[in-house]
């Protein structure tokens, strides 16, 4: 089994910067892609960017494209999304996923419902 710890979330303004950090333990880290998505309130999850076990291939959603980094530390079994020029429509709960990474296998999957493990989320509130 995979546990996924996020931390980082709070309120902020608009034109801030903030970092959430997803703590993984159970299985060898490097082992799993990890990706991010948020639920605004009252809308279904979307993705938001993902990043494979080795660190080297990541992906983002255009909405965020450019102002948000995914990256990661193998050895300390960590990930983290550093978000810039934070915008209200950026307000939502976030939760980091992790798939089973396969050699042959896709990296970049965006559909939520791919991921096996996820964590309880994290709130991030952006006032305008």
């Known amino acids: 089994q995979v546990q996924l710890v996020e931390s980082g979330g709070t309120l902020v303004s608009a034109g801030d910067s903030l970092a959430l950090s997803c703590a993984h333990s159970?299985?060898?880290?490097?082992?799993?892609?990890i990706a991010w998505f948020r639920q605004p309130q009252g809308k279904e999850r979307e993705f938001v960017a993902l990043i494979s076990g080795s660190g080297t291939t990541t992906y983002y959603a255009d909405s965020v494209k450019g102002r948000f980094t995914i990256s990661r530390n193998n050895g300390k079994n960590l990930a983290y999304l550093q978000m810039n020029s934070l915008k209200p429509d950026d307000t939502a709960v976030y939760y980091c996923?992790?798939?089973?990474?396969?050699?042959?296998?896709?990296?970049?999957?965006?559909?939520?419902?791919?991921?096996?493990?996820w964590g309880q989320g994290t709130q991030v509130a952006v006032s305008s």
């Open positions: 159970g299985r060898t880290f490097s082992n799993y892609n």
């Open positions: 996923a992790a798939k089973r990474a396969w050699a042959h296998r896709p990296v970049i999957v965006t559909t939520a419902g791919e991921y096996d493990y």
